[in-house]
């Protein structure tokens, strides 16, 4: 063995800490808390997993392959596993900024906190145009470091739910998900279980 932590344990730096720590100091009459936001498309492009079967009995997979899909934009806060969820037809700099009035407005209505939000660096998360609500600071992680995302570990949980299906069209696809996120929302344990880091600092 190497004697390093696990690589979820290994803080990339101490940005994220030391940015939290900022927001803290600026807003002292607040509480800050730290979230993350990620998208995870799912479409009519079957998921095909290993399953369980009998010895001697072939497991089935039915499918039919198409290219249409849906985004989750999901935004989770890794040490008390609080999460929401929005599913939305595309990625876009447009959708991104009603994704953070809609989730500012459901976790943050009376703006009597400051949410750190820790993302990536995709187009539509850095464009000038992009409208960001009082009381949310974006910290973008930094280069090469994505899969130490918090929230990019709770997509495979979406995922889970449309492994091994055919989906008749986007609605069925958007029934099954809506479910999927209603069940994280109401287990919190669940998104702690994988999203909360040992290096993630609680405000």
């Known amino acids: 063995m ?50 369980w079967t009998l010895r001697g009995k072939r497991p089935l997979a039915h499918h039919h392959t198409r290219y249409e899909g849906l985004y ?13 969820f929005l599913i939305l037809p595309r990625v876009s700099t447009e959708l991104m900024s009603l994704a953070l009035r809609e989730f500012a407005q459901d976790i943050n ?20 145009d992009l409208e960001v609500p009082p009381g ?32 008749t069209n986007l609605k069925a696809l958007q029934n099954t998900l809506d479910q999927r996120c209603t069940h994280l929302i109401r287990h919190p344990d669940l998104i702690r279980a994988v999203a909360g880091f040992a290096w993630l600092p609680h405000p």
């Open 109 to 128: 209505p009376d703006q009597d906190k400051t949410i750190a939000l820790l993302l990536d660096n995709a187009g539509w998360h850095t464009a000038k």
């Open 2 to 51: 190497s004697g390093k932590p696990p690589l979820k344990n290994r803080p990339p730096s101490k940005k994220v800490a030391e940015a939290v720590e900022e927001q803290q100091k600026l807003h002292h009459d607040k509480n800050v808390e730290l979230w993350s936001q990620d998208e995870a498309r799912l479409g009519l492009k079957p998921i095909v997993r290993r399953v």
């Open 136 to 167: 949310i600071v974006l910290l973008n992680i930094s280069a090469y470091t994505l899969k130490l995302s918090p929230a990019e570990t709770v997509v495979p949980l979406i995922r889970e739910a449309a492994a091994n299906q055919s989906f």
């Open 72 to 84: 989750v934009y999901l935004f989770i806060c890794p040490t008390s596993g609080q999460s929401y």
